[in-house]
């Protein structure tokens, strides 16, 4: 069996000739650049028409997960993360010893009362 070139193998069809360079309308863009505290460059694209209140002043980097800013000079800084809190934790905020207490109370009482034992 003799190997031709098959034009048509590996094409879509109605794909016209190889190289062609319209392949449709390419919008206006802007270029708007990002810097992470270690100088990484990340550079995302929006519609030239969006208004610039709608560009995220940071973003993630893809480079090193830091933030990233628009402002070389003065790049955003690493974010504290806060420890995980328990459910225990955060009912610590909102209540004090003695309201804890008094609840408990109020809880055991209602609770004796419906098995008879007051």
Do not use: C
Not at 84 to 89: F, Q, S, V
């Amino acid at each position: 069996m003799a190997t031709g070139g098959n034009a048509i193998r590996g094409t879509r069809v109605g794909a016209g000739p190889m190289g062609e360079q319209d392949h449709g309308y390419h919008a206006d863009r802007v270029a708007v650049s990002y810097w992470d505290a270690l100088g990484n460059e990340t550079v995302r694209y929006f519609a030239a028409g969006i208004p610039d209140e709608e560009i995220p002043e940071t973003i993630d980097s893809p480079h090193s997960g830091l933030p990233a800013g628009r402002d070389k000079a003065n790049p955003p800084a690493v974010a504290k993360s806060e420890p995980y809190k328990t459910h225990l934790a955060y009912v610590k905020e909102r209540r004090t010893d003695d309201e804890a207490e008094q609840l408990l109370d109020e809880a055991l009482q209602k609770l004796r009362e419906r098995r008879g034992q007051s």
